[in-house]
């Protein structure tokens, strides 16, 4: 019987390639696991006010937002393709359409849903430094204020405005 003669690992251990606070590369600090917490307050808070009668008013203008870039993405792809827009339509409360007349369909179809979960990757990435933030910001304000040229309820122009009022009040605001 021969034993085979030992070999160094190919690998140190894991516990010996971690940095000395213990943690792994994709351990949250404090701070991030503060931003985590409030991304899961604000999609339940968001998931639950999407479709319920009286409050769902109340998130008119982040609709309209996530509505428009949906459809901007479809525009983009329908030109980028060779197609031609012949309609488009907002409503915040049934969702919107982009009638596009040749271009890739594949294309056009898949890229709201694409465009749309890269800007909110964009968003949540931007929630790890404050810098990034708020020039995400910027783009979430021109977001909220572009719809407002084709809204006539007084409600979505009210809030709109408070959520821009919100948005410059937290550059005000350390670490927010």
Excluded at 3 to 17: C, F, K, M
Excluded at 77 to 89: D, V
Aim: hydrophobic residues 50%; glycine residues 12%; proline residues 7%.
């Amino acid at each position: 019987m021969s034993v085979l003669p030992s070999r160094p690992p190919v690998a140190p251990p894991l516990s010996s390639s971690l940095p000395s606070g213990g943690s792994g590369p994709l351990t949250p600090s404090s701070d991030q696991i503060v931003v985590l917490y409030v991304i899961v307050a604000m999609a339940v808070v968001i998931f639950g006010f999407w479709n319920v009668p009286v409050v769902r008013n109340l998130i008119n203008p982040l609709k309209l937002f996530t509505i428009g870039w949906h459809e901007l993405c479809h525009i983009s792809a329908a030109i980028m393709s060779g197609g031609r827009i012949l309609k488009i339509t907002i409503d915040p409360h049934v969702g919107g359409a982009t009638i596009v007349e040749g271009g890739s369909p594949g294309f056009v179809l898949s890229s709201g849903y694409i465009g749309s979960t890269l800007l909110g990757g964009v968003f949540v990435l931007a929630g790890w430094d404050t810098l990034v933030a708020k020039v995400m910001s910027f783009v979430l304000g021109v977001g909220l204020v572009l719809p407002l040229v084709l809204v006539r309820d007084k409600l979505t122009i009210l809030l709109t405005l408070c959520y821009e009022g919100l948005l410059i009040g937290f550059w005000f605001v350390d670490h927010a």
